[in-house]
């Protein structure tokens, strides 16, 4: 269940490559790909 999230997060471009240089910029976009991801 775990692998699965990581994978479907994954499959988000910006989160894949890593666009963001600051972490908190890429935290935030890591949670709102899981919200979006739990949201449907």
Excluded: G, H, P, Q
């Excluded at 775990?2 to 976009?29: G, H, M, P, Q, V």
């Amino acid at each position: 269940m775990i692998e699965r999230a990581f994978c479907s997060l994954k499959d988000y471009r910006r989160i894949a490559t890593r666009y963001d240089k600051l972490a908190r910029n890429f935290l935030s976009a890591v949670a709102i790909a899981a919200i979006i991801l739990w949201w449907t």
